[in-house]
């Protein structure tokens, strides 16, 4: 028997939202779970990238409370290989900057401590600043 | 590129010529502090070959990571100031070619990605033209390239000519991390099985050991929030090289030179038993090859000194 999902207009103005920033066509993912199996992250992960998609599609603001978007290192793996053209780095990249614009950030400079700090190089802590900051 | 400037290229490398092939060239931020072994043995490995790799002046930091978001423009003007100072340089006549060359792979990338976007967009070339109102207009027309890509122009005999010192007996793994490679649009070779290292490094007659592991990710800027994380990625990265029976990995990057070389420490905590590899950048290896000064190559920055290993296959003297 088919069966009907209900979207919501609250979901509905999510998924909007993240399609914006990111410029991807999220609703064409068809789950094929090549991103997941190309992420160098996975361990890291709560959801797996395909997950992560599968969330948006449907509007689950429960996206931005995984650690997953935070721990996409935007190495473009997944970019290069998904068989319907998506970047799943950009999805990510938009739900962290739905957070960051909020002025919350993920990583704060005091916690890191001096000695480590003092051995990281400018790349590293542009980048983790630029990704993890608003 | 033009034929013409290829052959600008060629023409001062062939003939010898005292007047060296100027391009313009954009260090970044890190390869004037843990990078700068890069740095100087790149310059070194250039000069040999005929070039002069001229700083811009007045650079500024890329930003190292593309926003990927498609709201904001802001985060393209950093990149594109730089190429402001491109433009400059060449208007004056003070390089012979409008393609600035980059090292580091991340630089490479962020560069070369906002000077696609914002080239190929009118609207929002004039709006960043329009910001930076103390700049001159900056025409979109400059072009990034990578110091492989130029390798690549020249005569592989000029280079191979260069060789002093071959590396015979080293066995070296290229490694190629993320942003040479990908996305497609920015990459300068396969994203799946690049090989434009390779070819160079056999004209160093060095041993090229191939591995899957060449194109996987150092774990990138998580090596601030998670170092951990990143170890057990470069236990892979390295652990699989070293079964596939290389002595030492190759890099471009300084942010994947720190992951593979100094997260060595970190590995060592969460995996006693794993052997230390040192991580060469391209260039000093090269630079080795050529028989350059040691001193270029700024090994005393290396995590894992990869000197005992040099001296051990006779490539470098043992007071150097
Ligand atoms: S690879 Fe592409 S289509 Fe397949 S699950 Fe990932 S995002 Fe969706
Ligand atoms: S870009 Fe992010 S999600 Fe995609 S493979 Fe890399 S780490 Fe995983
Ligand atoms: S990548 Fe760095 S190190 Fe390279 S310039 Fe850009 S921010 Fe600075
Ligand atoms: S491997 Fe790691 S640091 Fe290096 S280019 Fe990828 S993300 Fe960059």
Redesign the pocket.
Known sequence: MAQTIVITPKNETFLKRIVALSAEAITVCDQCGT?SG?????HEMDVT?SQ?MRMVQLGQSEALDTK?MW?????????VRCPRGLD??KV?EALRQVTLRRSVDRLDIRNIPSDELAELPQIALVSAFRKLTG | MTSEQTSTTHAALDAGSPKRTRLPYYPGCTLKTTGKGLEDSALAVAETLGMELVELPRWNCCGVVTSLTDDDLMRHIAPIRNMVRVQEMSDAGLVDDKRVVTLCSMCFNALKWSNARIGGNAEDLKSINDFMYLEEDYRGDSEVVHFLEILKELDPEAIARQVKVPLGNLNVAPYYGCTLLRPKSIGIDDPENPTIQRKFLETMGATVIDNSYKTV?CGSYQTVPDKYAVAELTHDILSHARSAGAEAVTTFCPLCAFNLDNRQREVLEKHPDFEPMPVFYFTQLMAVAFGLNAECCRFDLNHTDPRPLLRGKKLMKEDA
């Open positions: 991103c190309s992420c160098p992250m996975i990238p992560l997953t721990v996409c290192a935007s190495c473009f793996a997944c970019t799943v780095s990510a | 990710c």
